[in-house]
């Protein structure tokens, strides 16, 4: 009996000094803090109170039926920067124009790359039936050319079989099992370890999550510090000239597609944050994206939005918190300056 209750001191003991050590990690409720265990004061996010409407002044796709699909005014398609509800750009710009906004979301954003979704519906009646005057396609720089090396060029979709499709999908409801004891334990081992070994690699040599010092304060929390995910450096080199040129050239056939049904197409690359932020972090510390560059040079025949150019004066006039702190995505900062950008392209006075 002593020997059992010596073994179990033995690891009631250090497990309770890793739960008193997780106990001050602070939950601000952004992917990075949460995958990374990278404590951010819980009420970070409060700055953001009063930059963005409390409605949503904007349309899913999910809550309209076709009759209502007709005809209006923009429609976006994108990845989770468009599914950011009422502190996203569509709900900012909504508010500052006043436009019939819709929002591809539910099935639609959870199962399809966004860019082979656009080349598919576009090939179809869908846009015969669905009648937008601008259609905004949104997706990560990380992501956006590796998509584009990969679609399906010959698969098209009619309205009908994409409604079916659609909303079969959306009635399904998601339930997982987990291990919520199994899961509070793993966060605990990795809240320890990470914040031990994030003192000697920039990303805890396994995690997800990279942190590297800024040489500005440009966040509310953690000022010199720069938290992105480990997917910006590993697809970095689909910033390259050739698997962007692939990219534009179905961009290109995509706008055609649309122009002949009178829809604009609107193309809003969002930056990594990793990239946005590069030129602020100390010398040498990551390899350079080429995205932005390589896509500025080429012959487009859709509307571009180069949202790395529009972004960085701001950073570089100091402006804080154009990115969450604790987040991949954009804040309501980033998000707002964003739609005033949509809102002069869909009004014809973007440069």
Same mark, same amino acid.
């Given at each position: ?63 309209? @039926? ?12 994108? @990845? ?44 179809? @009646? ?28 010959? @698969? ?84 390259? #000239? ?61 509307? #571009? ?47």
């Amino acid at each position: 009996m002593r020997k059992f209750l010596l073994k179990l001191l033995l690891i009631a003991v250090p497990l309770g000094l890793l739960m008193l050590n997780y106990a001050g990690f602070e939950k601000s409720g952004g992917d990075l803090n949460r995958i990374g265990k990278i404590s951010v004061p819980a009420d970070y996010r409060n700055i953001f109170e009063g930059t963005y409407p409390d409605t949503k002044l904007y349309r899913e796709y999910s809550t309209c @039926d076709a009759a209502s699909l007709s005809e209006f005014d923009v429609l976006t398609i994108g @990845d989770s920067f468009s599914q950011q509800g009422i502190s996203g750009y569509q709900n900012l710009l909504a508010r500052k124009s006043g436009l019939d906004i819709v929002n591809l979301d539910g099935y639609a954003y959870r199962l399809e790359n966004p860019l082979q979704l656009l080349n598919t519906m576009s090939k179809g @009646d869908f846009f015969t039936v669905v009648k937008p005057k601008y259609v905004v396609l949104e997706i990560i720089e990380r992501r956006i050319s590796w998509y584009g090396q990969s679609i399906d060029r010959n @698969d098209s979709v009619n309205f009908a079989d994409f409604e079916a499709r659609f909303r079969r999908e959306n009635a399904i409801v998601e339930s997982t099992a987990t291990t919520v004891g199994l899961d509070y334990f793993s966060d605990i081992l990795k809240y320890f370890a990470f914040n031990a070994l994030y003192s000697f690699d920039s990303h805890a040599f396994f995690s997800q999550v990279y942190s590297v010092r800024l040489v500005s304060d440009l966040f509310s929390a953690y000022p010199r510090r720069l938290l992105f995910f480990y997917e910006d450096i590993l697809n970095v080199r689909f910033g390259d #000239y050739q698997y962007v040129e692939v990219l534009n050239d179905d961009l290109n056939l995509i706008h055609d597609r649309l122009a002949e049904r009178g829809v604009t197409l609107i193309v809003m690359p969002t930056p990594d944050k990793s990239d946005l932020y590069g030129e602020f972090m100390e010398p040498g510390t990551l390899p350079k994206e080429r995205f932005f560059k390589s896509l500025e040079e080429m012959d487009k025949r859709y509307t #571009y939005i180069n949202t790395k150019a529009l972004l960085l004066p701001y950073l570089r006039a100091g402006l804080k918190d154009v990115y969450y702190a604790d987040d991949t995505h954009w804040s309501p900062i980033g998000a707002g300056i964003a739609a005033d950008e949509l809102r002069a392209a869909v009004s014809g006075t973007a440069d």
